[in-house]
T-cell receptor, first 112, second 112 residues
Framework: DGGITQSPKYLFRKEGQNVTLSCEQN?????MYWYRQDPGQGLRLIYY???????QKGDIAEGYSVSREKKESFPLTVTSAQKNPTAFYLC???????????FGQGTRLTVV | GNSVTQMEGPVTLSEEAFLTINCTYT??????LFWYVQYPGEGLQLLLK?????DKGSNKGFEATYRKETTSFHLEKGSVQVSDSAVYFC???????????FGKGTTLSVSS
């Protein structure tokens, strides 16, 4: 089945450690996105990529990094510079010429 | 810049009641408008969309009409069910289609 896979579903890390969240899609979509969700805040855009080897910062990029070496993959690294990393992270993708985005099931990151 | 404002929740209804969740937007040009739904612990699913003024999106008994004169895209359902309990997000994408911009979400709770 085509879709977007985020792994793992739950992730625990100690403060000060970098952690990488995986996002893979087999929808042949060009554009991919990372959002962060906090209670009462809605979804906020971290980074997005419209094509392989290119990506742009969203509204809250500080403390995060991404890469887009393959069309199917858009991993997000939460660095130790992110002051409040505990959140629910959602990956999405969108096909060229389409308006709607499709979402993965999310990764809940807890930093202790 | 572009933004979405939706009514604060939570919204609590009895089964078979009428539902309205208000959504207004600020955007230049002609954005596409969306309603997404999120069930507990999951990612977002596209519920419906409208891409031009006066379009009506509909799905699973939910409807929303793109009103450019009032910059609104209110979600309605004539008779809610317990299974409709979820968080509902209004969103838009600009004409360039770079990324979705979300409202803060409205939690709906339906009791039998």
């Amino acid at each position: 089945d085509g879709g977007i896979t985020q792994s793992p579903k739950y992730l625990f890390r100690k403060e000060g450690q970098n952690v990488t969240l995986s996002c893979e899609q087999n929808l042949n979509h060009d554009a991919m996105y990372w959002y962060r969700q906090d209670p009462g805040q809605g979804l906020r855009l971290i980074y997005y990529s419209q094509i392989v080897n290119d990506f742009q910062k969203g509204d809250i990029a500080e403390g995060y990094s991404v890469s887009r070496e393959k069309k199917e993959s858009f991993p997000l690294t939460v660095t130790s510079a992110q002051k409040n990393p505990t959140a629910f992270y959602l990956c999405a993708s969108k096909g060229t010429g389409r308006t709607e985005a499709f979402f993965g099931q999310g990764t809940r990151l807890t930093v202790v | 810049g572009n933004s979405v404002t939706q009514m604060e929740g939570p919204v609590t209804l009895s089964e078979e009641a009428f539902l309205t969740i208000n959504c207004t937007y600020t955007a230049t040009g002609y954005p596409s408008l969306f309603w997404y739904v999120q069930y507990p612990g999951e990612g977002l699913q596209l519920l419906l969309k409208a891409t031009k003024a006066d379009d009506k999106g509909s799905n699973k008994g939910f409807e929303a009409t793109y009103r450019k004169e009032t910059t609104s895209f209110h979600l309605e359902k004539g008779s809610v069910q317990v299974s409709d309990s979820a968080v509902y997000f209004c969103a838009l994408t600009d004409q360039a289609g770079t990324a979705l911009i979300f409202g803060k979400g409205t939690t709906l709770s339906v009791s039998s």
